[in-house]
């Protein structure tokens, strides 16, 4: 581990992101495309050095890190797409209408302006796509804002070397020096110094929901608040209704099992909450799904403090009166087995500890008589990044009142499938109500989430070169 960035260095890093600031909002979006494409080409071309430091560090794997590094390639590459196609600003031009309001106007074009430099705090489960040059990076880079990362104590010397083949890049294009920034240290201090530094003009982060939490109380706390885009933890509720169950119930079961373990479930998406009925194919589906996790051998998990947290969360619901162990496999070394627990949608309700996230390979069955129950339970977790809805296909007056109820709880509603596996995508959106995320309105993953680090402004009356050098820029 790195010792605390000291406040000298962190604030050397703002400076030279808001100097550069406007000299890079002003660039074209040909020129920042070309420098995206460019990180992409460096991290994939720096694969055979990056992926087994990244190993190194977080003991993900080669062939999951491997994946990761071609999705962060992918995401850079898609952000320079959208400015090539000249998504990234989208300039609404009204043109004037003699006379007064509201039948008359003078000529308005609505533009969208960059913010300003990006704190983004990496995350510890996605070396790659979180972190230095991960989604966060590249879309306020895409918008025209430079970033300073924070980058994540679980793996500083992979943030280090990515970082610096990004250094490289910017240089090798004459781009303004502090265009990316990067910051080390393990203390909450320099996350809170990050936040308050007057030349930080929004948040970006994904971690825990009691450090996002402290973060966003802290950006709001500041003379000027600033944007706080926190993605905080979700259970992520799959309600299985009978008909799937009793069409592909086997098939169903495995593929929980093994979205639930994947990456030791160390996955904002990870399904951490099912929904059944009482029914015998329900009950067959639990069985099948317990048999899987009883099964399954995770992987080490990212850090000692992540384990400990998975440790004191099962221990937690074993000796709960209310809930069932139904799996409690063994650990296997430095690897934690999978748990599955149940309990009934009364006890549920009545019991917001049962309700928070635990973030590892396990899940909590709620056995739900009828529809009003199942929509009690989605109301008592309040927020998601997703909800699954398999056997909800018919157009029926319970379907509707239950995807109604599922819109309502997350930003992304599947209705096959599982919510591991997040589409990089214009029409994806990745945030949901809180505690999910602290924008429901925004997605941190996605073609829009650059919309995140842009301002709309209203030009009236601009003279014509104006309006011209908006188009272009």
């Known amino acids: ?63 999951r890190l491997n994946g990761e590094l071609d999705r962060t390639a992918f995401q850079l590459r898609g952000f320079a797409t959208q400015l090539e196609q000249d998504a990234a600003h989208p300039v609404q031009d009204d043109a004037a209408i003699p006379g007064a309001p509201p039948l008359g106007r003078p000529r308005l074009t609505r533009v969208a302006v960059p913010l300003g430099p990006v704190a983004v705090f990496a995350a510890s489960n996605f070396p790659f796509a979180f972190s230095v040059l991960g989604g966060d990076t590249a879309s306020a880079l895409a918008a025209g804002c430079p970033v300073v990362v924070k980058a994540h ?16 890049c910017a240089a090798e294009l004459g781009l303004p020096p502090g265009v990316l920034q990067l910051v080390q240290g393990a203390g909450t201090e320099v ?42 933890g979700s259970l ?55 048999e899987h996790l009883a099964a399954a051998a995770p992987h080490p998990m990212l850090h000692a403090g992540i384990r400990a947290g998975f440790n004191a969360r099962v221990a ?6 209310a809930v069932k162990t139904l799996v409690a496999a063994p650990a296997g070394g430095d690897a934690p087995g999978a748990h599955l627990f149940a309990t009934d949608a009364a006890r549920f309700i009545a019991d917001a500890t049962l309700r928070d996230e635990v973030f590892g390979p396990s899940c909590l069955v709620v056995t739900v008589n009828d529809l009003d129950d199942t929509l009690a339970v989605l109301a008592a977790v309040q927020g998601s990044l997703t909800v699954t809805l398999w056997g909800a296909d018919d ?14 709880l997350a930003g992304r509603v599947l209705f096959s499938g599982v919510p591991t596996g ?16 602290t924008h429901a309105a925004s997605t941190s993953v996605g073609y829009a ?3 995140r680090f842009l301002r709309p402004v209203a030009l009236q009356d601009a003279p014509a070169w104006l309006i011209d050098a908006r188009g272009q820029a």
Do not use: K
Request: charged residues 15%; positive net charge; aromatic residues 4%.
């Open 1 to 63: 581990m790195l010792p605390d960035t000291p406040c000298i260095d962190l604030n050397a890093a703002c400076t030279a992101a808001a100097l550069a600031a406007g000299p890079y909002a002003a660039l074209p979006p040909a020129r920042r495309a070309a420098w995206l494409r460019a990180l992409a080409d460096a991290l994939l071309g720096a694969r055979d050095t990056l992926v087994p430091l990244a190993d190194a560090e977080t003991r993900l794997g080669t062939a």
């Open 153 to 168: 104590p679980g793996h500083p010397g992979l943030s280090q070397a990515v970082f610096s083949l990004a250094r490289q």
């Open 191 to 232: 996350g809170v110094a990050l936040v308050r530094h007057p030349a930080i003009a929004a948040v970006a982060f994904t971690g825990s929901l009691r450090g996002g939490h402290a973060l966003w109380q802290e950006a709001n706390a500041r003379p000027r608040p600033i944007p706080f885009y926190g993605e905080l």
């Open 236 to 290: 992520n509720p799959v309600v299985a209704l009978p008909a799937a169950l009793q069409a592909q119930g086997p098939a169903l079961a495995a593929a929980l099992a093994a979205s639930l373990t994947l990456g030791c479930g160390q996955f904002c998406t990870r399904p951490g909450l099912l929904l059944v009925r009482p029914d015998d194919a329900s009950q067959a589906f639990v069985r099948q799904l317990a």
């Open 316 to 321: 937690r619901l074993h000796g709960h009166a």
């Open 395 to 408: 157009d029926t007056p319970e379907h509707r009142r239950l995807i109604t109820a599922a819109q309502q």
């Open 422 to 437: 997040v589409a990089v995508t214009g029409a994806q959106q990745h945030g949901g109500p809180w505690p999910s995320s």
């Open 449 to 451: 989430a650059l919309d």
